[in-house]
């Protein structure tokens, strides 16, 4: 059974950072290509913004700006998201799942709220 767990969200002021952990069981993180997602407070659509491969390699949106970034710790079975210079717009819950989701495995998510 597939089970993710967020945390390490909060309310941080512009400019702040934020490492988001995202620890996994009943995936292998070796094999699977994972991915960050957000959702905006009241939107409708999750979308991806950071994806990682089990060779390493990764992938952002082009306007995200190289604020983000994945990585893993596969001994602990957990994802990261470094998340730096922190914009209103990024105020979200953010998850993780395998890429692409499969809808059964979303976990309940870390808010993020930024603000002045």
């Known amino acids: 059974q597939v089970q993710l767990v967020e945390s390490g969200g909060g309310s941080v002021q512009p400019g702040g950072s934020l490492r988001l952990s995202c620890v996994t069981s009943g995936i292998d993180l070796s094999i699977n290509v994972m991915g960050w997602y957000r959702q905006a407070l009241g939107g409708q659509t999750r979308e991806l913004v950071a994806r990682l491969t089990s060779a390493g390699h990764t992938l952002y949106p082009s306007y995200l700006k190289g604020r983000f970034s994945i990585s893993t710790d596969k001994a602990a079975n957990t994802l990261y998201l470094q998340i730096d210079d922190l914009e209103p717009k990024d105020t979200a819950v953010y998850y993780c799942?395998?890429?692409?989701?499969?809808?059964?495995?979303w976990g309940p998510g870390t808010l993020v709220t930024v603000s002045s």
């Open positions: 799942n395998t890429q692409p989701p499969y809808s059964e495995n």
